[in-house]
């Protein structure tokens, strides 16, 4: 039943697993849905969907399966004002006046309200086939039937077309930009536990100790064992200045959340400007005599530092490609791009993280040294979504 | 149709449908409920609804960052023991003195059908939810020390419920029901708060509720006041003797409803911008 809306939901990126479904399937069996389609909308919800980041992506999948929701034309105020003040509230749920609702289309209940509409001049309450209160009517407020329009009033039963529709959990959506604490959430996936580093057995191993003494008649016997530490050193480099400021708020939350990612071994960062050319300054003004040489960094720090290059790769083509462009003061006849490669093909792990999320306005000269360092890295925009991504690959080797 | 229990709300707690049902899915799957929210959004407050409509014994396991998932099934008590044998006392061959049952344990062993409330568990360590997860799916535990496996004898209805301050593992997901409690809207706010206080004006309720709302709308406040806050003022206001129409013109008592001061500075910015 509904393969096609797994795999729908599947293909629009949530991660549906075949248990979820099965599951799924067994509550339908249980009839949790309770024969509705609004039903259908929160079962499923809340068995498929595990997180309210992923609630307007489901939204979105639903509303596609089950057609787009429609408007309906104007109804008089006389009409609203009597369906929002119900007169009366039966327990007349009619399973076969439903079945026989459920099998209209939108459409077709459209024409009946408008039909109706121009039939009807009296109040209704609690029947099956006027726009009324409480009754199993595809039309009116407060009733029982399982589908239709609902005429005014606050929905008590919210319809579930309505619901997604509303899609009011868009700002939920994992692909907005970062704040603070999720990069710090995000930095802490940055572990490599071990216990294998060269350090001695100064650590009190309890259970160990307990365990050694009471296999010892109740005679002390001490246990060391070595503390058990991260591993991850990182290396951060940032494009600061010009290009960059539009993003000056996000890299220091980004900066801030690296620094204090104390779980680190070590951490050393190193800024440049627009690209990395011989040297690598000490501090974001990239001021002249204030570096260390980029050959420096190349030879001395060791391939398993895993580096992360923020920056938004947009530059004039030749700060890029051409050869002695002056970069405050530090001068070289290799160009930007060499130096970036050599990078890459020091170390193993290595994430590009640009701050442009929507390329809009970025065209010409700006978008072509973008594509290229694109063509190099592996470059991420900032987003929960994508630094997530980021992370993994800098705690995998491939 | 065979009437299984379900859940309808208590007299206390107003629960909106869709939470209802979620609880009722969980109840019927028997799955754990997993719960999301903004903070004061009465979590916590739902595992008590519900063990009090069902008449069912509550059993709260407060996770904290140092809790382990071994702690929540039995402590084995090695210490004492030790202690024990070296002063002769009587049964210390007898391991099952001194194997202690956690939270978890207990709702095993329980006779009756218990409600086990996990409560915050994205506090503890990353790991923790998946060192759970063959205890919550078969509802069953091996003690090595007696041999000895505990086996729910009742299947409890686990509610678990999570800050989102640490992302739970996909494995872990699978296994529950989710609900996110959205921050409730006015008329729900309303029935909340008509369940904590009888006879209250209707116009002061209508200020506090037009204040509170506008409160939470301004972007700039950092923590915004949740129900528990705006339960507290209510209080306040009516000790005061506050009148109705008085609260939207100086919004007394602000600091119950906002607790930073940065947030009572931008509060009394806006609420100049908001007169003139």
Same mark, same amino acid.
Do not use: P
């Given at each position: 039943m509904f393969t096609s809306f797994f795999y729908l939901l599947r293909s629009k990126g949530l991660d549906v697993s075949l248990n979820e479904w099965l599951t799924l399937m067994e509550a339908l069996d249980k009839d949790l849905a309770h024969n509705s389609l609004t039903g259908f909308y929160y079962l499923s919800r809340s068995i498929l969907v595990k997180s309210e980041s992923d609630f307007d992506k489901f939204d979105g999948a639903f509303l596609e399966y089950f057609k787009d929701i429609q408007t309906y034309e104007e109804l008089p105020k006389e009409l609203i004002d009597w369906l929002n003040n119900p007169k009366e509230k039966k327990n007349n749920y009619d399973k076969a006046q439903d079945e026989k609702n459920l099998s209209l289309s939108l459409q077709e209940i459209q024409k009946m309200l408008l039909e109706r509409l121009k039939e009807q001049d009296s109040e209704h309450n609690g029947g099956s086939y006027w726009v009324g209160t409480g009754g199993m009517s595809v039309f009116g407020n407060n009733g029982n039937a399982s589908n239709g329009i609902r005429v005014g009033g606050v929905s008590r039963r919210h319809s579930a077309m309505q619901v997604a529709g509303e899609r009011q959990f868009r700002d939920f959506r994992n692909d907005t930009v970062l704040d603070l604490r999720q990069f710090q959430m995000a930095f802490r996936r940055l572990r490599q536990f071990s216990s294998r580093i060269d350090a001695p057995k100064t650590e009190l191993d309890v259970d160990a100790t307990i365990d050694e003494t009471c296999n010892n008649a109740g005679n002390l016997k001490v246990v060391y064992g070595r503390p058990r530490k991260n591993t991850v050193k990182v290396l951060l480099l940032m494009d600061s200045g010009g290009s960059m400021d539009y993003y000056s708020s996000l890299c220091s939350a980004l900066f801030q959340a690296v620094q204090k990612s104390s779980h680190f071994k070590d951490l050393k960062v190193f800024y440049f400007h627009n690209c990395i050319y011989s040297m690598l300054y000490k501090d974001p003004y990239c001021m002249y005599g204030n570096w260390v040489e980029t050959e420096w960094v190349l030879k001395n720090i060791s391939s398993d530092y895993k580096v992360i290059i923020v920056g938004d790769a947009s530059m004039e083509p030749s700060e890029l490609f051409g050869s002695s462009y002056y970069n405050y003061g530090a001068r070289n006849e290799t160009p930007g791009i060499e130096y970036l490669k050599r990078f890459k093909e020091k170390y193993k792990h290595l994430v590009w993280l640009n701050p442009i999320v929507d390329l809009g306005w970025r065209t010409g000269y700006w978008r072509q040294t973008y594509d290229a360092i694109k063509a190099e890295f592996d470059m991420y925009p900032l987003t929960v979504q994508s630094l997530d991504k980021a992370i993994k690959k800098l705690m995998v080797s491939k | 149709m065979n009437q299984k229990e379900t859940f309808k709300g208590s007299n206390d707690y107003v629960v909106s449908n869709e939470l209802m049902n979620a609880v009722n899915i969980a109840m019927a799957l028997e799955k754990p409920l997993l719960i999301k929210g903004e903070p004061g959004?009465? %979590?916590?407050?739902?595992?008590?609804?519900? /063990?009090?409509?069902?008449?069912? %014994?509550?059993?709260?396991?407060?996770?904290? /960052?140092?809790?382990?998932?071994?702690?929540?099934?039995?402590?084995?008590d090695v210490v004492q023991r030790l202690y024990d044998s070296q002063f002769g006392t009587d049964g210390v061959d007898d391991i099952k003195k001194y194997v202690k049952m956690g939270k978890l344990g207990e709702a095993f062993s329980s006779d009756e059908q218990v409600i086990l409330l996990i409560d915050e568990i994205d506090k503890a360590d990353l790991e923790f939810p998946n060192d759970l997860l063959w205890e919550l799916d078969k509802m069953e535990f091996y003690i090595p020390e007696t041999k000895e496996t505990v086996k729910a004898k009742k299947r409890p209805i686990v509610i678990i419920t999570s800050n989102a301050e640490k992302e739970l593992p996909d494995a872990f997901l699978r296994r529950c029901i989710f609900h996110y409690i959205q921050f409730p809207d006015k008329p729900l706010m309303e029935e909340i708060i008509k369940v904590h206080f009888d006879n209250l004006d209707q116009k002061l309720l209508d200020s506090v509720m037009e204040v509170f709302y506008w409160i939470r709308d301004l972007s700039s406040i950092n923590k915004k006041p949740s129900t528990s806050e705006v339960i507290d003022w209510i209080q306040a206001l009516e000790i005061g003797g506050i009148p109705a129409e008085k609260i939207k013109e100086e919004i007394p008592f602000a600091g119950v409803l906002l607790k930073k001061n940065e947030d009572l500075d931008t509060l009394e910015r806006s609420r100049r911008r908001f007169r003139a």
């Open positions: - | 959004t009465g %979590k916590t407050m739902l595992a008590q609804a519900i /063990s009090k409509a069902l008449d069912k %014994k509550l059993i709260i396991w407060n996770i904290k /960052s140092t809790t382990k998932a071994q702690d929540g099934l039995y402590v084995y």
